[in-house]
């Protein structure tokens, strides 16, 4: 996929990385990462030969959360049809990692908020830095929590935590969240990548996406 702009995707050894590649704003997620995170996400999902997926960002934050100065950018008039189709491809990304047989490690290098917190409910093996933080970010700037935060985030943490994040909009520490079942393992800073590509390289001979079906 030489088209990609906003994103780093290749397939080696049966996996799949992607990164999000908008480091200079906090990889923020824009109509276009949303889009084409939809598309590496389906051709993981469509893909044979696609055993396992690691997802994690580029620079020191994971996702900072959806790209208000793109939204803002918009014509007013625009705006609405503009934030339902970023919500549309994110909204399928999400339930391509969420559905597709392949296992999915997502590695938070960082602060996760908003779109990214909801990219990190999506994996199967969800390892953290130390400097990782987590927050819901919506009631910040007076939106209602979205992304498929408010699907996935009671079902891995219970309803109750879920309404506390999400009225007070707290933020976790990487602690924190592997102490509530949101993250599986915490990790130093400087391991994080070996720790995900370990679990991927001592997966089981017979991954989910061979298993089923």
Known sequence: MESLTTLLFKVSEHVAYITLNRPTVVNAVSL???????????ECDESN????VLLTGAGR????????????????????????????????????????RAPVVVAVNG??????????????????????????????????PDAASTYYLPRIIGLRRT???ALTNRTLTAREAEAIGLVTRVV?????????NRWLMNWPTAPRALTEG
Request: aromatic fraction near 8%; charge should be negative.
């Open 32 to 42: 276009e990462l949303a889009e084409e995170l939809e598309e590496v996400a389906r």
């Open 49 to 52: 030969s696609v055993r396992a």
């Open 163 to 165: 309404m506390e994040l």
């Open 61 to 100: 934050i994971f996702c900072g959360d959806g790209d208000l100065k793109s939204f803002a950018a918009q014509e007013p008039t625009h705006l609405p049809t503009h934030l339902k189709r970023v919500n549309l491809f994110f909204h399928s990304a999400i339930q391509c990692f969420a559905r597709m």
């Open 188 to 196: 130093p800073d400087d391991q994080l990548i070996a720790q995900a």
């Open 111 to 144: 602060p996760a908020a908003g779109y990214g917190m909801s990219l990190a409910c999506a994996g199967d093996i969800v390892l953290a830095n130390e400097s990782a933080r987590f927050t819901i970010a919506y009631t910040r700037v007076g939106l209602t």
